[in-house]
């Protein structure tokens, strides 16, 4: 073993379960990912809990052991809604369902609590994504969720896997619908409904030490590493490029697009339930004494899409198809309408409508309904102060100048996978050792 210490950042993600391994200089010096292994039917998927905790495990031992170093830190993010329902012993009573599943009891939530004060207080959008709908559709369906006595997040799932302490991290609990955002604790109200104590373990800020790896199921490469619950993916990419900061604005752009917008607390509460009725989130940043404001627009999705319609199926396609459209000009008649996740429409085209033009349009048009977001955004919470842009579709010459033109100011980061990053600079500052994100090195 040589003198080389290591933090390791675990991303688990949708798609994929990622990690990194980070030395104390920032620079990755390992890395490892494998599928997140959902089963699948129709639309509703789950995981098996422990199947997926010992994948997150494995991966982040994968990542570490690239290198001949020590780790001296673990830390996990991933996905907010989905998570773990367990017992007195810790072992899971249903599967996990994923955050995108409909599977979600909303009628009982909006009856005896009623859509308006359900978002004033959790800062949440009454949909199927918050687990209190979830795990109101479990108590029904699955009876050995009756006798839960726990609910993890993913990453604390993971992180309690590894040996550490039975916690809610903020942001991770802000997507549950089971916190009071003002009061940051339960709330006495969703646990009356699912007729059972709290379930949520000690609150604690993301990047708070919980204990250190151990146990005989734990990799001999994590062993003895300190361990913290490193948030919200979304969050923790922001806290990875270095917009994790009041009045910062990180705008990634992957399979959806991602608004991140960090503030200051606190927010009126009348003002937390204005952004959840405009379809956006208010929950606790990854920053202590800081929240954030999350929208998602289906970006990305939009322009797979249409890039297989015009049959630009490869990267280098589509690179050339971004390059004709940042040239072209479309009819002002051409336009973008209907987005949502599931579909969208153009309205418009004629003979005339080439690829390019076609590209531009759309390209165009979800720029402007991202400027419209981050505008209602502002008028709630005061105009944001800078802009951080990331993301794979950035890569598009189209996307990119279209994403220039509605922030003239923006910075642009080059990192692959900034959540997995994020999580690793969380583990080394949870382990002492604290990592400056790259743009302050």
């Known amino acids: 073993m040589t003198g080389t210490q290591l933090a390791v950042g675990v991303d688990m993600g949708t798609t994929r379960v990622k990690a990194l391994a980070v030395d104390l200089t920032?620079?990755?010096?390992?890395?490892?990912?494998?599928r997140t292994p959902w089963r699948h039917d129709g639309e509703r998927a789950e995981v098996d809990p422990v199947e997926l905790?010992?994948?997150?495990?494995?991966?982040?031992?994968?990542?570490?052991?690239?290198?001949?170093?020590?780790?001296?830190?673990?830390?996990?993010?991933?996905?907010?809604?989905?998570?773990?329902?367990v017992d007195a012993q810790d072992r899971p009573l249903a599967p996990a369902i994923a955050w995108h599943d409909p599977r979600a009891?909303?009628?009982?939530?909006?009856?005896?609590i009623g859509t308006a004060e359900f978002?004033?207080?959790?800062?949440?959008?009454l949909t199927a994504l918050p687990s209190l709908g979830k795990l109101l559709w479990l108590r029904r369906h699955v009876s050995d969720t009756k006798s839960a006595v726990r609910f993890y997040?993913?990453?604390?799932?993971?992180?309690?896997?590894?040996?550490?302490?039975?916690?809610?991290?903020?942001?991770?609990?802000?997507?549950?619908?089971?916190?009071?955002?003002?009061?940051?604790?339960?709330w006495d109200a969703a646990f009356g409904l699912l007729g059972c104590p709290p379930l949520l373990g000690e609150p604690v800020v993301a990047g708070t030490p919980v204990g250190t790896a151990h146990g005989p199921d734990v990799p001999a490469a994590l062993q003895g590493a300190v361990l913290t619950v490193a948030?919200?993916?979304?969050?923790?990419?922001?806290?990875?490029?270095?917009?994790?900061?009041?009045?910062?604005?990180?705008?990634?752009?992957?399979?959806?697009?991602?608004?991140?917008?960090?503030?200051?607390?606190?927010?009126?509460?009348e003002r937390v339930?204005?952004?959840?009725?405009?379809?956006?989130?208010v929950g606790w940043g990854v920053i202590a004494d800081h929240l954030c404001i999350l929208a998602g627009l289906p970006t990305g999705l939009t322009l797979d899409r249409v890039a297989g319609?015009?049959?630009?199926?490869?990267?280098?396609?589509?690179?050339?198809?971004?390059?004709?459209?940042?040239?072209?000009?479309?009819?002002?008649?051409?336009?973008?309408?209907?987005?949502?996740?599931?579909?969208?429409?153009?309205?418009?085209?004629?003979?005339?409508?080439?690829?390019?033009?076609?590209?531009?349009?759309?390209?165009?048009g979800l720029a402007t309904r991202s400027a419209q977001t981050v505008a209602r955004m502002d008028a709630v919470a005061g105009r944001h102060s800078r802009v951080v842009v990331g993301g794979g579709w950035l890569n598009n010459p189209a996307v990119l100048a279209a994403k220039r033109r509605q922030y003239p100011e923006m910075r642009v980061t080059d990192l692959a996978e900034p959540g997995a990053y994020g999580a690793a600079l969380m583990a080394a500052g949870a382990a002492g050792h604290p990592i400056l994100p790259d743009h302050e090195r």
């Open 26 to 34: 920032g620079a990755v010096r390992g890395e490892a990912e494998r």
């Open 53 to 85: 905790a010992t994948l997150g495990i494995t991966v982040a031992a994968e990542a570490a052991s690239t290198v001949e170093a020590s780790v001296i830190g673990v830390g996990v993010t991933g996905m907010a809604e989905t998570g773990v329902l």
């Open 105 to 112: 009891d909303l009628e009982t939530i909006a009856q005896q």
């Open 119 to 125: 978002q004033a207080t959790t800062g949440l959008p």
């Open 153 to 186: 997040s993913v990453g604390e799932w993971v992180v309690r896997r590894l040996g550490g302490a039975a916690v809610a991290e903020l942001s991770l609990a802000s997507r549950t619908g089971l916190l009071e955002l003002q009061r940051a604790r339960p």
């Open 231 to 269: 948030g919200h993916d979304h969050q923790t990419a922001s806290y990875g490029v270095g917009a994790a900061t009041d009045g910062a604005l990180f705008d990634s752009l992957g399979t959806a697009e991602g608004l991140v917008r960090t503030i200051r607390a606190p927010l009126p509460p």
């Open 273 to 281: 339930g204005e952004l959840a009725a405009q379809g956006m989130s």
């Open 309 to 364: 319609m015009v049959g630009a199926t490869t990267v280098t396609e589509r690179h050339r198809l971004g390059e004709q459209a940042a040239q072209a000009v479309p009819p002002p008649a051409l336009s973008l309408a209907d987005l949502r996740y599931e579909a969208f429409g153009i309205s418009g085209i004629t003979d005339g409508t080439t690829p390019a033009v076609l590209w531009r349009c759309v390209v165009d």
